[in-house]
């Protein structure tokens, strides 16, 4: 497939997820079809159980679906073998997780390079130097994660993930551990690198107030898409999962 500017980051068509066979079957997501368009930030919500995570991973190829196509920048993930995703997502692909993920023994500024170590892309001084002044780490280099609070932790792992230009971002709860004010600050960060950079951000949420910094908004009820948001306020979105049922 021809690669055109227009292409989504990522496209889903028809994916769905089924885990076990027979009797004991779960079907964790069910024929979802979505775009995430480049250079836009897109939250995904629905109740526990929904499918939010399966959605994300069957984005990010960690997951293959049971039937559907999932397209990365024109790539078919669905089919490719493990060694393929494996070198894709580290490539293509930056993860943030509510956990940060960080190397305790590396500095800062070695956790932010490690993908560049790990042959994921090319060194490059300047994109590297824009990426830490971005997210404002530049006099923090030298410490070690242990040194940093929970918000600056996160945002060395928004800078290790776009150490890379990936395709997209894909972000897991990446303020469930933060109070909200720090959670606030990464929020911004992740809407300023989707504005200034031209990232595509995916993030999987349980919070209204996170997700309403989002272009657009998924539900997910019952491993189906129940419908979106564009630009919702936070009101608004809780207004659409109360309707959802339990959350
Ligand atoms: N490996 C698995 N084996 C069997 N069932 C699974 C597996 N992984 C997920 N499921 C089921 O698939 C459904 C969707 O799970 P998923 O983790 O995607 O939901 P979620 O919306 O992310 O939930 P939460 O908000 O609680 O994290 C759930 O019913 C879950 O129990």
């Not at 994916?15 to 979505?34: I, W």
């Not at 078919?76 to 494996?86: G, K, R």
């Amino acid at each position: 497939m021809i690669e055109t500017t227009t292409a989504p980051a990522i496209r889903l068509s028809s994916v769905s997820k089924v885990h076990g066979s027979g009797d004991g079957a779960v079907t964790a997501l069910d024929r979802v079809t979505v775009d995430l368009p480049r250079g836009t930030f897109t939250a995904v919500m629905g109740p526990s159980g929904s499918g939010k995570s399966t959605f994300l991973h069957c984005a990010a190829g960690l997951e293959k679906p049971t039937s559907g196509s999932v397209l990365l920048g024109g790539t078919e993930l669905s089919t490719m073998d493990e060694n393929a995703l494996t070198a894709v997502r580290r490539e293509r692909i930056g993860f943030v997780f509510q956990s940060y993920n960080l190397v305790p023994a590396l500095t800062v500024e070695q956790n932010i390079a490690l993908p560049l170590l790990l042959g994921a892309a090319e060194a490059d001084p300047e994109w590297l130097r824009h990426v830490v002044e971005r997210v404002g780490l530049a006099d923090r280099l030298h410490h070690r994660p242990h040194q940093l609070s929970g918000g600056q932790q996160q945002r060395v792992a928004i800078a290790r993930a776009l150490v890379t230009r990936p395709d997209a971002v894909l972000a897991d709860e990446p303020t469930g551990a933060l109070d909200s004010r720090t959670g606030r600050q990464v929020l911004d960060l992740l809407r300023g690198v989707v504005d200034g950079f031209g990232q595509t951000v995916l993030m999987v949420t349980h919070d209204p107030v996170a997700a309403s910094c989002a272009d657009q908004v998924l539900f997910l009820t019952d491993g189906r898409l129940a419908g979106s948001l564009h630009r919702p306020s936070p009101e608004a979105i809780a207004e659409r999962m109360t309707q959802l049922g339990e959350w």
